[in-house]
């Protein structure tokens, strides 16, 4: 007898283990198979796939007028890209979040020129668990440019980083590039809540990973990181521009939500000695930029899902985004790149996959907001 048309039900199991089969071996070779895979199983179910970084500009770049408080204006001097925060669990429990960093490392992929390297912004893994982190090591590994991996929270508490550090090396490090001094931070160490509780390791990393509640500490660098910091810094010159990689933002935004770094003033005083600092942090999920005193902030989407903002302590340079759609998976949610300019200051360019790219200028967060604002959101607060 001959078989009827295939459900689109279907079709999309079949794209589906197709997928899961291509990721077991996966390749730089293999990766746009699994990618296209990807793409079908997302289309069969009557899911848009968006096209990143639409040539739009909705601010004007810093380097097309004159820095604050004078100087020469700061042409583009080189740019890298970041994926961040995709949560990945094990691939038999949740696809989503696989094919959502697919997405975001074949948009990396397809930006011509290419940028000098990938920061991959932390919280790779869900729960921390060694194939978590591998999955998330064989995707990464089929960018093109260079990767520079900085550690979340979700990567760290189950083992307490035994498999990061197998996998990429020391979560704090640090290197030179083209003039610019970059610091790649470990900000999110806790204070011991688990041993007199007898938690198990996965026990404490469910409670890290639940953030709002009253049982864990809230983030910090830690006496031991600050000290790093320091001695790093004292090797450079006061007048390099600088950019430090952390996950939790170094500022306190919401406690409740451990959206907050318990000793970030101690690491603000190491920092502003330096006339040009730049941290870029995941772990928000948002689109978000602050100010404080010489070192601006910027916080770096997520590929897994939106965080709304919180109810309070919204910094004074926050940008308001739109509301997600809650039901497009991919709304909300994005990746990105920062233009490191010749004046020390960046253009961070938010890719939202679902709507207009977004661009906060240097000039716009040197200016304190009073210079080549964002477009603002027609839609209301939340």
Not at 145 to 152: L, N
Request: hydrophobic share 40%; net charge negative.
């Amino acid at each position: 007898m001959a078989r009827g048309p295939k459900s689109v039900e279907t079709r999309y199991e079949e794209e589906r283990r197709a997928l899961f089969a291509g990721l077991a071996r996966l390749s730089r070779r293999g990766f746009f198979r699994v990618a296209g895979a990807s793409a079908a199983a997302a289309l069969a179910k009557g899911v848009v796939w968006p096209r990143s970084f639409q040539v739009v500009e909705v601010a004007t770049a810093a380097e097309e007028g004159m820095p604050a408080g004078g100087g020469s204006a700061g042409t583009k001097k080189f740019t890298f890209a970041y994926v961040s925060d995709s949560h990945l669990y094990e691939q038999k429990l949740n696809d989503r979040f696989v094919r959502a960093l697919l997405k975001a490392v074949d948009d990396v992929n397809h930006l011509d020129p290419q940028p000098d390297f990938v920061l991959y912004g932390g919280d790779l893994a869900q729960l921390g668990q060694a194939k978590e982190l591998e999955l998330g090591r064989d995707i990464l590994k089929n960018l093109k440019a260079p990767v520079k991996m900085m550690v979340g929270e979700h990567d760290w508490f189950l083992d307490m980083g035994d498999k990061w550090r197998e996998l990429f090396g020391a979560p704090n490090y640090s290197f030179d590039h083209k003039g610019v001094h970059f610091v790649t931070l470990m900000s999110v160490q806790e204070k011991d809540f688990w041993t007199e509780r007898g938690m198990t390791p996965m026990q404490r990393m469910l409670t890290v990973a639940g953030l709002d509640n009253a049982t864990q500490s809230r983030f910090e660098v830690g006496d031991e990181g600050r000290k790093w910091l320091a001695d790093d810094l004292a090797k450079v010159d006061r007048a390099t521009p600088i950019v430090v990689f952390s996950h939790s933002p170094l500022y306190k935004y919401y406690r409740n939500w451990n959206f907050w770094t318990d000793d970030a003033e101690q690491v603000q005083d190491i920092l502003s000695p330096f006339a040009n600092v730049t941290v870029v942090h995941g772990h928000t999920h948002q689109l978000l930029t602050n100010r404080i005193g010489n070192i601006a902030f910027h916080g770096m989407l997520s590929t897994a899902w939106p965080w709304p903002y919180a109810p309070e302590g919204l910094p004074q340079l926050t940008i308001q985004m739109n509301r997600a759609d809650p039901f497009s998976q991919f709304d909300g949610c994005g990746d990105g790149t920062l233009d490191v300019l010749e004046s020390g200051l960046v253009d961070k360019v938010y890719n939202l996959w679902d709507r207009n790219p977004v661009t906060v200028s240097g000039s716009y967060v040197a200016s304190n907001g009073t210079r080549d604002r964002p477009l603002a959101t027609k839609l209301p607060s939340y």
